[in-house]
């Protein structure tokens, strides 16, 4: 296997696991600062207890989170120098403005969370949890921002680096100039400007408006998306174990009250993600053309174009195994992504007349001719396979993400009904039981969503790194061999497999260890009690 | 001063707050399998717990302002290090991991592993950022483009694996003063005994090192007729500095001597960025191929907009930072939420 294609699993599969843990600590974050609340306003022991065997969990998922994320940060250097020398400008802003204004804000105050129970006032300790809550979610938010910049990228223009002597004179980059003085400046291209492989020592994209680049055409929509999933996931982990607790009749009261709040977190996320995701999908549909007929799996341009629910897609090849075409099999509706893309539903008729483009005509010829400008009609639809992302898989993706988020607004909505009927909580019942078993393995279903939306978006942008502009093949490291990316690529699959299972293990241990039941008074601190006028409401033995 | 110069600063600022702080960190895991008792093993895992995670935060800030102020340094340095860099990243993560994992089960296989994992993670980690430093001071191959052209065996010469050991010898006894600061009693007592060897131990590689940098690197040398007196200066403040360290432990005044230390890291950071600057990467054989803060940076809007975020996130950083070490102040005691 060569650099690339190495390169792309090894970004693939660690970021695949680092995405495990954030958005769990992301929805748990908000999980401790709801709970953390209820106990200030109530002083309900059991909301206290509530927090502290909660800040177990999450202490867990976040150390895992912070010890697979320091990677992500360096591998743009290690594995995409090509890449990172032509993006810094734009692309290195975020992820210096996450480390000093998110990572240090949660792992800050994360030590006052974990270990200031009886160092500090319960205020201070709820304005930790808060800005852990407040840190993670900033995270998100210019990780999210980086990677939409390079789906729908804005605020830079392409530039030349040329070095300039005293007299005026440019010369390139590369010009040995001896000992001679020279400043260094970035001639901005024509708009039309296309990246040539050959010039990508000497040109970059350079920013031109920052909060054009960070609030890019995708950004919102994306950083919605990404924060609500990070919600459901979070909401669904509390669920599942207060399930099981409640399967098992232990922790009952407690188990009942988290069980509660989670299933308002994660209905309100899961509805709200139902209106995300149509947002979302019509950005795709304006910005990412490309992207929304290979997840729709797409051919021809029509309008009442059809919205797929499952099937199959499969390549089209001609003798010598060049990419043709695409075979599509599936259930759909016909007109409905017609009518989801124009956005319009109160005129369903006039909706679904919009004409969705299809893969044979994306990338347009326009498009094709600025890279091969002596092309024949006929040449231009040879080459045009080679600017699809692999629509088999990403078809897959993408209707696998839909059917675990119609999945959890049917849970969701159905534990609320329960819930409110009378009978979520009466375990004596067969198929009160079986629905809680269902919630119990519910956990998995956001996560799958989630890397499956992940990946959805990220091979869905391919064979671009930077949509349109730059080339993912062009954004290797030059310095880096196949062999070394492949042994780091095993140290990786060694490590993260060990680090996976040791993870279950202790959460496995903690969650049957369960929460202490009595640490609400006992484990109290006196400081606490002196601050906090305790009210005893009616605690667990009661 | 122009922006590419406080820049230049700006990002060994962060990485000189992460050697000090991190620095014990590493140095304390270095130090981890010399204490037997599983009891000191874990008073020595609490001693850092609240501020490992944060202090390694200055690493990854340290390395997004590398890429958003100098991407071509960044670039240049992550790719011409990569197995270097893997080898740090898998330290890092099997630390953190024996950190949190260690003290979550009794059995004794397991918290040895698991020692083992927090003691080899922190040796080698530090080894190897002193190996990198040490490059970077030596020059490495560069082609015109500043593409790294050398191999992994080039990097592991013996002035850059000296300070590799310099770098270990430096965060242990950095972690050791820190834990006499933290401790008490019998572990307080060892950990006492200790800094009669950790610290000459530093001071001698020290010296020799500084020795070794003025006759074995000739650009070095040519920078020191440029800035004697910045030079000299800083050097006769570093040398006094670090004498100073056993001093204030024998007079028993801990906190002193862990600041003289932290002292000792700044000066030696000022030291190394006195004698590149304005170079960031030299390029050994040819000198022109170099990296430096003009050739490596980010446009001037890129520079000038990141300034301004820096000019108001660092200070609130260091004022939460400042009140989360004041919250965890004065000596361990292992509670129910300790390691």
Redesign the interface.
Known sequence: MDVEILSRIQFAFTIAFHYIYPVFSIGLGLFLVIVQLFWLKTRRPIYHNMARFWTRIF??TF??G???G??M??E????W??Y??F???????P???????A???E??????L???????GPYTHFFATLMVCLGSHFSAVWIVVANSWMQTPAGFVL?EKVKVTADGMHHP??A?L?AGTF??Q?IPLPADYVVQADQL?NVRA???D?WGMVLNPSSIDRLTHVILGCWLAGAFLVISISAYYLLRRRHTEFAKTSLKIALVMGTTASLLQLWSADSTARGVADNQPIKLAAIEGLAESQTEAPLGLFGVVSWEKDAEGNITGINESSVKIKGLLSILVSGEFMDMTKAAETEVKGLYELPSDEFLLTRYPDATPEELAKIRPEYWPNVPVVFQTYHLMIACGMALIGLSVLGCVLWKAGYLFNVDKKWTRAFLWILVFSVFIPQIANQAGWFTAEMGRQPWVVYEILKTSEGL????KAH?VL??LI?FFL?YTL?FF?FLY?LN?KVKHGPRDDESIK?LPEKWQKIVKIEHGPTLDE | MDLNTIWFILVGVLLTGYAMLDGFDLGVGALHLFVKKDEDRRMLLNAI???W??N??W???????L???F??V???????F??A??LL??S???R??A???RS??PGRLWRSCWDGGFAVGSILAAFLIGVAMGNVTWGIPLD??H???GN?LGLLHPYALFLGVTTVALFMMHGNIYLIMKTEGALQEKLKRWVKITIPVYITCFLIFNVWTIFACPHIESVMHKRPVELGIVFVLAVLVVANIPREVHKGRYFLSFLSSCAGMGLLMLLFALSVYPNMIFSNPNP?NSLNI??GS??E??LQ??FW??LI??PI?IT??SC?YY??RGKVKL????Y
Do not use: H
């Not at chain 1, 792992?107 to 006052?112: D, E, P, T």
């Not at chain 1, 974990?114 to 500090?120: C, T």
């Not at chain 2, 960044?74 to 011409?80: P, R, V």
């Open positions: 202490g867990l150390a895992v912070v010890a697979s320091i990677v940060e360096f743009f250097g290690t594995n120098a090509t990172s020398r993006v810094g400008d734009v692309f290195g802003s992820l210096a403005i996450e480390g000093l204004y990572f240090f804000l792992s800050g105050f994360l030590a006052v974990l270990f200031g129970w009886d160092k500090v530039a980059m590369t040995d001896a400043s260094i970035e020592d350079v920013i031109t920052f490291s030059k310095a880096v070394q042994s780091s140290g490590i680090l040791v202790t241990r484990v | 717990g609240p501020v995670d944060g390694e935060v690493l990854v800030t340290g390395g997004g302002a890429f958003a102020a991407p071509e960044y670039a240049t340095a992550f790719s011409g990569y197995d860099f893997m990243l898998f890092l993560i099997f953190a991991c950190i949190e994992f979550k089960e015109e483009n593409e790294f052209v992994f022109a003009y050739n980010s446009s809007g890129t907009i990141m975020i820096a996130g660092v950083v939460y930072t989360v919250i965890f509670t129910e939420e300790s």
